[in-house]
């Protein structure tokens, strides 16, 4: 191979590319190339290298002392960076197939991480610092001011602040000198509350109030903030969520330094959210809400093109379509029944998790002494036009038209305490979709109120959430990516992948009796009360977010190519960076596997 082969082949491998021309020099002239047999040993803890390995052409698969696959390395793939810089290791290295590779002698390996920073950080970075480096450069092409702006990156407001004990004649005259229609109230706790124009149309014109009024009687507190270094699309969602158009924006101290008006992060985005938003607000009968629910995919494949994290994504279409629900609900049932019953969304709807339309789950629970019987026809009538507004039809029948999922708070009662009490497979799932519901409409109440019942009945419940735990286990998720490439090229990322963390963090939220439904939000929260550790938490939001990433990526391909949505992968599309990303995250949740099977001591069930 020339030396011309030498430096091509290596600025395609992360991180050489990073080296400077006069640093790759030398990184070629101390570099040769080495054939290995099958099951040579190239490394153990007896056997550190003198040498950093590329792989040209074969296979190695790293091993742990007790024979279990870790790792699997291969074309481009290069190994063990430890070994060379902390002089030890734990694990054993062997040739899996034939192996020919690069060798880079240690000293020359250990003089390009002291010259090149970039190079060497890589190196001594975490796994989810390496995750991270290795997604900014998969997906740069992609990223945009959309996904990276920050709140502090667009136009904010001054604000017009004044005391609460301000006369209200006083603040305005204050606020037409700052040209602005908020002002801004403050406390003499620090809580901040706001009068708008429209507050004062609504509290004062029509009210006849006089003006010599304190301002704090007649402001809204607290006003909702956010802060400058958060990213403008999370401001979106949260004034898509509230219905609001402004939010204060606080610094790292609390401090108030401005307005963040929703006309000026749209006009940032220039994207469809807000019209369809509108639409939905505005939709007064069905066929104006079916009209505005289907422009959500359109949104869905904007976003993803423009590099928006999947979580983001995933945030923001949950809350349009909450608003669908409450729409639909409003334009469905007779105003006397909407406060005596809860209708809730439930598995990956409740937990925000359903990007693209895949299915129902739904469900109503209805006060005691009301009879159900009169819910019956509009319950039929809220599937039927989810049906219609092309939210597919639930396999598993988990939908408010099946009398199963239609009853009153005490039935629903006895049926957890089934579950718990004649613990089986669908039990098991069925109480899983019910810890994961989300209250959309209705008495919201009544929903709190079977969920601390649940949290009653499984006191002490530890065989039971042993055998609730397990399913953690029930899908292989591989050791290694060669066995994908080479034997099937086609995964289930849902099942090998995502369901694992899905379930895993849904049993240890329901020890803790977290009310949280969204996976990411209970792992910060599992983080902490110290029940994940920080890196283990951290590594599992990133494989969480990449292997959401892999299956979006791919539902949206089905779309486009008018293929029946599923949850399969073709490894042979994959990127090498998103090979090794997928190993990492593999490998990350096979951790998560081991924790899951300690902490509920999985090995003493049969």
Known sequence: MSIQDQKTFLSNIHPFQVLTAEQMEICIKHMDIAYYPKDSIL????????????VIKGSVYEYSVENVVLMDYHHQDSFDS?????????????????????????????????????????????????????????????????????????????????????????????SMEYKTSSIIIKKTTGEYGIITDSLL?????????????????????????????????????????????RVGVTNNKGEMIGILEQIDVLSHFANHTYVVDSKIKKANNL????????????????????????NHISNLIGQLNTKVYQKLYELILPEELRDNACFMVMGSEGRNEQIIKTDQDNALVIKDGIDVEQYRFYMNEITKNLINFAYPVCEGNIMVSNPFWCKTVNEY????????????????????????????????????????????????????MAYFAKATIAFDTPNTVTNIMTKSHIIDIKKTAVFPIVQGIRSLALREKIRETTTIKRIKILEDRRVLEKEKAAELLEAFDFVNTLRLKSQLHDIQH????????????????ERDLLKDSFKIINEFKRFISYTFRIDRIS
């Open 43 to 54: 490394i153990n803890p007896e056997k550190i290298p003198n040498y950093f390995f590329i």
């Open 287 to 310: 066929e104006d809400l079916k009209s505005a629910s289907k422009d959500l995919i359109n949104i869905i494949s904007s976003l993803h093109a423009k590099g928006v994290k999947v």
């Open 562 to 577: 008018g293929k029946k949505i599923t949850n399969e992968i073709d490894t042979h599309t994959l990127g090498k960076i």
């Open 82 to 174: 430890n070994s060379l810089i902390y002089g030890k290791c734990n694990n054993i290295f062997k040739v899996y197939e034939d192996l020919i590779c690069y060798e880079l002698e240690k000293n020359t390996f250990l003089k390009l991480i002291e010259l090149n920073q970039q190079f060497k950080d890589y190196f001594l970075k975490d796994l989810v610092n390496k995750i991270q480096t290795l997604k900014n450069k998969e997906y740069t092409s992609e990223l945009s001011s959309f996904m990276i702006a920050k709140v502090e990156d667009t136009l904010i407001h001054e604000a017009c602040i004044i005391d609460e004990n301000t006369k209200l004649i006083d603040a305005i005259q204050k």
């Open 413 to 464: 009662k006895n049926e957890t305490a089934r579950w718990i009490e004649a613990p089986g497979i669908q039990n098991y799932m069925d109480l899983a979709i019910f810890f994961d519901s989300f209250a959309v409409a209705g008495n919201k109440e009544l929903l709190i109120n079977l969920k601390d019942d649940l949290f009653n009945k499984l006191h002490d419940k530890d065989v039971f």
């Open 201 to 245: 149309k609504t509290k004062v014109l029509l009210e006849g109030r006089d003006l010599t009024i304190s301002v704090k009687d007649i402001a809204i507190f607290p006003l909702l903030t956010v802060n400058n270094d958060d990213y403008l699309f999370e401001a979106l969602t949260v004034l898509i969520k509230k219905n609001i158009k």
